[in-house]
């Protein structure tokens, strides 16, 4: 499947460009960016077929059929919306979009047009998280509790930096008004609460509602949740950003005939989950290698299947991506009024 990449900034350089390279079942057919002297280096470095500085130029391009929206989360239903009404597939890095509505009426738009958007919740792919997926759904039963969490850390950089490429920048990308990131309340929700949420769906199921509480303290934002699932079992919730120590981000699943506790690593690693099945079917854990955790690369892989040989959707689906801001849109209004909000009542942003 022939892929365009639009927007040749951090996340394009350290996983997409390098991901679609590697990838099986794609070719980095085209980049695109305003900066052109971004776009020149990313080129040079990755010899897609075509460049374009114009994304309506790239849209336009009958050889391309899926996009990679690798840009701000402002922009991102607004350049879903052009690739979907220009008849491409697309691929979004999460989250979905910053507000419930226009999550929806991107959702109301793809709806009936026979094509594929994916939103970049790569977790799904580490094969500690697809295994405790498949085992929850065909041995533990009924669900009682889940437990997610996920610490970002004081350190992660200085771990990252050394394991990621040294990004190139330019004074002419574009760039949403203002610097979203200044607020962090709302940067690390979407931004990290993303993966948290998506996980915790993705092995307990629909959220029905959320209570918040939350602690701003010595540079660090701790949000911890309470949370009712459509399917009767309670859930428990943990974002803090950052502790002093290590990264961690995992979960522990209980159900009628078993659990599951899993630790995932920074992705960077492309090192696969720590996870543990226990069944009382045969009283025995089961824990899987994972040899192949680049993530990126396997959803990428995981898209382009959909899409070529119908596949079922395994990454997050347009419905996940707006299931996914509801969430994230809630707990910042519990954490702010201290009541039980229900996902379905909720509108506007974080």
Not at 21 to 40: G, H, T
């Amino acid at each position: 499947m022939r892929i365009g990449v639009l927007g040749c900034g951090p996340v394009a350089q350290i996983a997409h460009l390098d991901a679609c390279r590697k990838a099986r079942n794609v070719e980095l057919y085209a980049i695109c960016d305003v900066a052109e002297d971004l776009l020149k280096k990313m080129s040079a470095v990755h010899e897609p077929r075509v460049v374009y500085r114009n994304y309506d130029d790239m849209l336009d391009d009958q050889q391309v059929e899926a996009i990679i929206i690798a840009a701000a989360d402002q922009f991102h239903v607004t350049l879903c919306r052009q690739a979907v009404d220009a008849g491409k597939h697309v691929f979004i890095e999460k989250p979905l979009g910053v507000t419930v509505e226009e999550c929806e009426d991107l959702l109301r738009r793809i709806q009936n047009t026979g094509l594929t958007l994916q939103v970049g919740n790569n977790r799904r792919f580490d094969p500690a998280i697809d295994h405790a997926h498949s085992f929850i759904k065909e041995e533990i039963g009924q669900i009682i509790a889940i437990k997610s969490w996920y610490y970002d850390s004081t350190d992660r950089y200085t771990m990252t930096d050394n394991l990621q490429p040294i990004p190139v920048t330019s004074v002419s990308v574009k760039r949403p008004e203002g610097n979203p990131k200044a607020d962090k309340y709302q940067y690390f929700i979407l931004g990290h609460g993303s993966h948290l949420v998506d996980t915790a769906r993705f092995l307990g199921g629909e959220i029905l509602s959320v209570h918040a509480r939350f602690l701003e303290r010595f540079g660090s934002y701790c949000w911890f949740v309470s949370v009712d699932f459509t399917n009767g079992s309670l859930g428990h919730f943990d974002l803090i950003i950052a502790i002093r120590g290590d990264f961690e981000e995992g979960f522990q699943v209980f159900g009628e005939y078993g659990s599951v506790r899993g630790r995932i690593y920074l992705p960077w690693y492309h090192k696969s989950g720590h996870v543990e099945c226990f069944s009382v079917k045969d009283g025995l854990f089961r824990r899987p290698l994972g040899a192949d955790a680049y993530t990126y690369k396997l959803q990428i892989e995981g898209f382009a299947d959909t899409i070529l040989n119908g596949a079922p959707m395994h990454g997050a689906s347009v419905e996940d991506g707006v299931a996914a801001m509801r969430a994230m849109v809630a707990i910042a209004r519990s954490a702010k009024t201290g009541e039980k909000v229900r996902l379905s009542d909720v509108t506007g942003g974080v």
